[in-house]
Every structure is written in structure tokens, then in C-alpha cells.
């Protein structure tokens, strides 16, 4: 590790290692991401802007592969061999449950043991180790390390550490960020994307993948296409804290003729950070920040213009008093989604949000939960596939996967309720 500065000598050893990694933390990320793959592969995952729409859209294809073969018995065998020899490491020292478990049924999906820190309290983290030389040990027992942690840059640092360990020809292993403080959840965003790809391919529930509602749809909304391209997507509730949004918008950024509008308060802690605004800016992307639902973004309301709707709930864990004093001036009750509200939306349109909501504040009512375009458990079950898709890739067995898929099924057109790809329309007539 460093060599310790002298001005830095008031830093705990854990703060000196983060510090020695800063100067490749601040490069641009066209310089990082080379450095976060092998021969063209991913090997660590660290934020969202890693993918491109063709990464996007192969990771699609064979989390749909995964996720068809778990369906049959003969393809639960075949995934589950497929990397029996691997060992994944959970080091989640924040909170979690979704990712936390779709990491792991991922992973059981696939064939890899699994281990995990949960609480760092158990680890010998208390006795003074630094967290790189926990993650230095667990690279010793294991193949993959999968980790979240509240600090925005310790994911990032410690692809950095094993990129040195391997230059150094020792043992090294891929690190999978599964989200890091305010900064990124890229995992996260490849799940919404999943879904948003699914939702918009317009496929009708429950029947042949070839019988499209588009031309259903398009009677109300001529304008309407395929994909994610051109298309305008809300964010509500707590951008600035939000790490899913950010890595979520970065992503959507990458499309072509995409409008964003962020629903949030005025306020510098949940509004829309500028380094954000300057990253979507500088990608020419078409962004609007309004307060409210109500407010006219290109002569409509901004509900009723929006293809797709990602709610989030209010990070009051992360108040400071002074915050939670001001925050309470604020009327936050225009970030709750309503019955009223969600009639107004396009009858097309995804409701999502990256989970959990909260009960307290309730930013989505369970009464929208039967809404057909209420998409978020859905969308956290395709995380559990996404996530295969994403590991499978990490290990080099995704070409095993389309291979066998293609002998096996490629005449399979049986989907099951599982397989929903869009919201099925509201019951009665549609509405403008
Ligand atoms: N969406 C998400 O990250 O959920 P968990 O915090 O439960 O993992």
C-alpha cells in the first residue's frame, strides 16, 4: 500500500489508502473504464457510464436466456454447473435487501458458493484491520468480491487495489459494486434498464412474444416507438441523495433523443446535483427540473407527458438535524404518487422505483400496487436475472449460455405469467 505522507499522518490508515487512490479516482471515466476490463470483458463494475447501449442490450439478451433456461429442469442443470467452481464474497456493510439476495440467488443460479460480512462488527475490522486488507483477504478465499459500502469511493479504490495486485503477479479479483454511498448503484441501473427494455418492447402479457400492442397503443399515441430511444423519463422524490438516479440517468443519457424531468424540492440537498446536470448537459441530453407534478414542461403537464416514472423515497437516515428541521418547511407531499396522479399518466407508462419504499412517508401508496403500470417488483425480480447475466459475462461463460440456449430452446415460445414484457392495458376504454 502507500507510503504514508507526512501531512497526512493524522489519517487512520484506512483514510491514507483512500487518499492514494484519489488521483486516479478524479480522471475522466473514458480513461478509467479501459482499465476496468479484460480482453474486451468486464472484470469490475464500478459505476453505471461503463456500459454501453450494446452492453446493455447483449446483458438483456442472456439474462432473457438465464431466465427462460431456469424455467425448465434441464436448464437449471445446465446453469447451475456452469461456474460450480467459482466462490463470491457479499461484503455488504450498509444495509440491503434486494441486492444483497438477488446477488445471491444469482449467484446460486449459476452454480457459485456464496459467503458473506454483513456486519463489519464480526470481522476482524475491529481489531483494527483496514478494509483494504479485508478486501485483499477475501480476494485470497474467493474468486469474485461483490461489496456496498457507505463511502462514495472504496469500490472504485479497490478495483484500483487488485488492478495493482495482478501487475504485481499476485492474486487478484473482480470487484462488483452494489452501490456506494450517494455515488452509484451501476447494478442497480442494469436491472431498470432490463426492465425498461422489456416494458417498451410492447409485448403483449401472456401470449406470443411476436403479438405486439404497439399498434393498439399507437391509436392513442402515433408517435409512439419501440426501445428506450426518444423517449421522456420523470425522476421524483430525493435526486440529490439518490445514487440509483444518478447511475440510472447516466445510462438513459446514452440513448438517443431522451428527455429527463427531475420532480424535486428546491433545495440543494435533494435537487439534482450539479455535477449530474453538467454530465447530461455536456451529452446534449433535454433536462427539466420542476417542483411538482402539476408544473408545464413544453405546454404539458409534466405527468401526463412521461413514457416511464422512477419514483424514490426521501433519505431522512441521512438528515442532519439542521436538515431535518429545514426539510420539514418543505411540502414533500408533492413526491408522493396518488391514484389521482397515476390516472393521468399515459396508459403505457412504468411506474418504477429501485426499492425499499417507505411506509412512512409514502411516496407510493400500496393501492397503485395492482395499477398494470406498477412494474417494481417486477423490476426487482429482474435483478436476480440481470445480475446472472451480468456474472456470467464477469467469468466468460455467457457464450456457454447462448450456445446451449440456442440448441435447446430456440423453438420455445412458451411464456408463463413470469414473462409478462409490458404492462397489460388498463380494463375499459383507452384514454388520451
Ligand atoms: N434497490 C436496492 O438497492 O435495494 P436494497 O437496498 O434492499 O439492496
Redesign the pocket.
Known amino acids: 500500500m502507500s507510503s504514508q505522507p507526512a501531512e497526512n499522518c493524522e489519517l487512520t490508515q484506512d483514510e491514507r489508502d483512500l487518499l492514494f487512490y484519489e488521483s486516479r479516482i478524479v480522471r475522466p471515466v473514458k480513461m478509467k473504464v479501459p482499465e476496468f476490463k479484460r480482453n474486451e470483458h468486464l472484470r469490475h463494475v464500478i459505476f453505471s457510464r461503463q456500459f454501453s447501449v450494446d452492453t446493455l442490450e447483449y446483458l438483456a439478451e442472456t439474462a432473457d436466456k438465464v431466465r427462460m433456461l431456469s424455467k425448465q429442469r434441464s436448464g437449471q442443470d445446465f446453469l447451475i454447473n456452469l461456474l460450480h467452481h467459482k466462490r463470491a464474497m457479499l461484503y455488504f456493510t450498509?444495509?440491503?435487501?434486494?441486492?444483497?439476495?438477488?446477488f445471491m440467488s444469482a449467484c446460486q443460479i449459476l452454480g457459485i458458493t456464496c459467503n458473506e460480512v454483513r456486519d463489519p462488527s464480526t470481522s476482524s475490522e475491529t481489531k483494527g484491520e483496514t478494509r483494504f486488507d479485508s478486501i485483499r483477504m477475501f480476494s485470497s478465499y474467493f474468486d469474485l468480491i461483490i461489496m456496498?459500502s457507505k463511502l462514495a469511493k472504496l469500490a472504485e479504490s479497490c478495483a484500483y487495489l487488485m488492478n495493482d495486485l495482478e501487475v504485481s503477479g499476485n492474486r487478484s479479483v473482480p470487484i462488483i459494486n452494489?452501490?456506494s454511498g450517494a455515488d452509484e448503484?451501476p447494478t442497480?441501473s442494469l436491472l431498470d434498464i432490463y426492465t425498461l427494455q422489456r416494458t417498451f418492447q410492447f409485448t403483449e402479457a401472456g401470449s406470443s412474444p411476436m403479438a405486439s400492442r404497439l399498434h393498439e397503443l399507437r391509436q392513442l399515441h402515433p408517435e409512439l416507438t419501440t426501445g428506450l430511444a426518444g423517449k421522456t423519463y420523470g425522476f421524483c422524490g430525493d435526486i440529490g441523495r439518490g445514487r440509483?438516479v444518478r447511475s440510472l440517468a447516466s445510462l438513459l443519457a446514452k440513448y438517443e433523443g431522451v428527455k429527463l424531468i427531475f420532480i424535486a424540492p428546491d433545495d440543494p440537498t435533494l435537487a439534482l446535483r450539479d455535477d449530474l446536470r453538467h454530465r447530461l448537459q455536456d451529452r446534449g441530453i433535454a433536462i427539466s427540473e420542476v417542483e411538482h407534478f402539476d408544473e408545464i414542461v413544453d405546454g404539458v403537464p409534466v405527468i401526463e407527458q412521461l413514457d416511464a416514472l422512477y419514483m424514490t423515497r426521501i433519505q431522512k437516515e441521512h438528515d442532519s438535524p439542521a436538515e431535518a428541521e429545514k426539510f420539514a418547511q418543505i411540502d414533500l407531499s408533492r413526491y408522493k404518487l396518488t391514484r389521482g396522479l397515476v390516472d393521468r399518466m399515459k396508459v403505457y407508462a412504468p411506474i418504477l422505483h429501485?426499492?425499499?419504499r417507505d411506509q412512512h412517508f409514502g411516496e407510493i401508496p400500496p393501492e397503485i400496487d395492482n395499477d398494470p403500470r406498477a412494474m417494481y417488483f417486477r423490476q426487482?425480480r429482474n435483478?436476480m436475472w440481470i445480475r446472472a447475466a451480468l456474472l456470467a459475462s464477469v467469468f466468460g461463460v455467457d457464450h456457454q449460455i447462448s450456445r446451449f440456449f440456442e440448441q435447446q430452446y430456440s423453438e420455445w415460445h412458451h411464456y408463463n405469467e413470469d414473462d409478462v414484457w409490458a404492462p397489460s392495458l388498463p380494463k375499459g376504454p383507452l384514454r388520451p
Open positions: 450498509q444495509p440491503s435487501t434486494r441486492t444483497f439476495l438477488s456496498r452494489a452501490g448503484h442497480q440509483t429501485p426499492f425499499p426487482a435483478g
